[in-house]
């Protein structure tokens, strides 16, 4: 005997009724009162609310954004692109890290809340489809203490939600983090790219030969981390290496020291303003 429509409603809604009655919760990010469950704490409308960078001047390859074009003098890349200080093929990232972005990614690195990797992935699909070939998908790895002590790799649940989406692959046994760095924060670009050189390593480097491989991380700064795992691909033979991220830090222009000579595999960069900390 079909079950009535309004016995289906009531049992289909009984979850979400028991929900905001003995669960009351409030949105993490604006601190409304959720009224339905779901295994993410955050009210739709921060979801939707969250908006892609705006497409003005960038540049053509990491995608750093500016705000007007004058600093891409005419050659639209970058100072580090033009002085060959970015090391993979093309970048882009979702959106500015700020706002209900920083915090949805804060609560999924900091505070656990690992099932925000799914609708955070969705945002990262529309980058894939601008980035021309992708054969792979390989998250930027953690040393395995920072993941022991996290209990994983934002990283690594990205890349899987956006392979399930997408129907590419993601491997991250591939490229794993050799040594334990200190954090970037505070670190000038050239300090940055010294204090992550040589930090990664591919394990397996017949699944990269040939390929093309696409980065997946939470948020680039300068770009010195993904630089150094698209060094480490493309020594393992990697035909392309492209970077997909979730927010971009907004840089200020600062002067840009040149590396010494005999800092080997660390192209030197001239002074001038570049977009970069």
Known sequence: MPVPL???????????????????DDCRVCSVPLVRFSRVPVCDRCLDSLT??????????????????????????????RRGATEFDWGRSFGAYE???????????YDGME??????????????DQAGRVDLLVPVPLHRSRRRSRGFNQSELLAA??????????????????????SQ???THRQRRLNVQGAFAVRRPE?????????????????ATAGACARALKQAGAARVVVLALARARLRI????????????????????????
Request: hydrophobic share 45%; net charge positive; with cysteine.
């Open 6 to 24: 309004a016995w289906r409603h009531l049992v289909t809604g009984l979850p979400h009724a028991l929900f905001s009655l003995f669960l009351p």
């Open 52 to 81: 892609p960078l705006a497409p003005g001047s960038r540049c053509v390859q990491c995608g750093l954004p500016f705000e007007n074009a004058a600093p891409l003098h005419g050659s639209g890349l970058c100072g580090l692109c």
């Open 99 to 109: 706002g209900t972005l920083r915090s949805l990614i804060h609560l999924l690195k």
């Open 115 to 128: 099932p925000l990797a799914r609708p955070l992935a969705a945002r990262l699909a529309g980058l894939l």
């Open 161 to 182: 939600e956006l392979s399930r989406l997408s129907g590419r692959p993601a491997k991250a046994v591939v490229l794993r983090r050799e040594r334990a760095t200190e």
């Open 185 to 187: 924060t505070g670190l």
């Open 207 to 223: 699944a990269v030969a040939g390929q093309h491989v696409a980065l997946v991380d939470d948020v680039i700064t300068t770009g």
């Open 254 to 277: 600062v002067e840009v020291e040149p590396a010494p000579a005999a800092e080997a595999g660390v192209p030197p960069i001239s002074r001038g303003a570049v977009c970069g900390a």
